[in-house]
């Protein structure tokens, strides 16, 4: 996507060299962050420097292309089982993370060259599932709908275009009329803060809603759809996506209003039977009691919005039962929520 008139992706390489758009920084700086080890690139997906399912999946293939150019090559295999490891253990939820890795540690019993070819084509498949997401849910978007989503599913989450944002992407450049309601995204407000940066770069008309107003403007008829991303997906349909996603769900079936989860093949997770096996991160309570942002003297603050002294809990993800989504759109067409249509795409 077009940053001040320059194409960037969220994440790519130079080199062993690993660049991310700092993510931490927007919408208020927009900085690159240059990882040179696997060490900075586990740092920058625990510190959410680089974010979002698809995004952090590149980092996974890039962090093990960085293990082989680090290797001394008397033990690649080994030396990129340690990489795996230490990658897999930065986040717990999305699966695209361990497809990113366990692809470039499988090549790599082929060949270091093939091992190298796919960390590079993690990427860009990414961002060519992206397109096609886009264009099977702009499919879905007629003119003058009112749009809902849920934290950031854009371009920044998966290294270009987007999953839940590339369909509106889509319909915007078909000329629709569309406007989008961003949920702000409580605690760390990827909504307010990234969903509505990707949509005030591209000139997209939106508005950032409190995470607790969704119901409100269903119960108005105001939106008439919501897409959401996912980071990992169940073998029978069940999907975990940001906290919050959940009670979207459920108001919309309430409101009869259709909800659709966005996500690449490389989301779904076939070997867990059901969401309720799906682990989910829980993130330090200091995101729900401090916020960051822009003091009005423009100085970048940190502060403490809760009482000082009370615990906070933070559950970074929830799951949504199959039943309660409307479909599931992937690169190879929009699917229905179930194990048969889940196994008939994989083939299984
Ligand atoms: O914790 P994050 O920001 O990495 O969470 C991932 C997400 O942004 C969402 O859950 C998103 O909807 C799916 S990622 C394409």
């Known amino acids: 996507m077009l940053v001040n008139n320059k194409h960037y992706r969220a994440i790519w390489t130079e080199g062993s060299t690993v660049c991310m758009i700092n993510q931490n920084l927007l919408p208020f700086q927009f900085e690159i962050f240059y990882s040179n080890s696997i060490e900075d690139t586990c740092i920058a997906i ?14 996974g293939a890039y962090g093990m292309l960085q293990a082989i150019y680090a290797s001394d090559k008397r033990d690649l295999q080994s030396d990129l089982l340690k990489a795996k490891k230490m990658l897999d253990s930065t986040r717990p939820t999305a699966a695209n993370l361990f497809y990113g890795t366990h692809r470039v540690y499988e090549a790599c019993k082929i060949s270091e060259d093939f091992a190298i070819s796919e960390a590079h084509a993690v990427a860009d498949e990414c961002v060519e599932h992206a397109i ?9 978007i ?10 950031n599913a854009g371009w920044l989450a ?20 569309i406007f989008v309601y961003v949920d702000e995204t409580r605690p760390r407000s990827q909504g307010s803060r990234l969903t509505a940066w990707e949509l005030f770069q591209q000139g997209i008309p939106h508005a950032i809603i409190p995470d607790n107003a969704g119901a409100h403007y269903l119960s108005k008829n105001e939106i008439d759809i919501i897409i959401v991303g996912a980071d990992r997906i169940a073998a029978n349909g069940d999907t975990a996506n940001k906290i919050g996603t959940l009670e979207k769900a459920i108001a919309a079936k309430f409101y009869n209003i259709p909800f659709y989860v966005a996500a690449p093949l490389s989301t779904f997770d076939t070997n867990i039977p059901s969401g309720s096996e799906i682990p989910i991160e829980e993130r330090s309570g200091d995101e729900v009691n401090y916020v960051s942002g822009l003091a009005k003297n423009r ?27 409307s479909g599931i759109i992937t690169e190879k067409g929009i699917i229905k929520p179930t194990k048969e249509s889940i196994e008939k795409i994989f083939d299984i």
């Open 132 to 140: 096609k997401i886009g264009e099977y849910g702009n499919e879905l």
């Open 299 to 325: 100085q970048y603050i940190e502060v403490l919005i809760s009482n000082p002294g009370s615990k906070a809990l933070n559950p970074a993800f929830d799951v949504t039962p199959a039943e309660l989504i």
């Open 46 to 59: 625990i510190s959410m420097i680089t974010r979002g399912a698809g995004s952090i999946g590149a980092a």
């Open 158 to 177: 998966l290294v270009d275009y987007g999953s839940a944002l590339s369909p509106i992407y889509k319909a915007f450049e078909n000329g629709k009329n």
């Open 142 to 151: 007629k003119d003058g709908f009112r749009i809902e989503t849920h934290c």
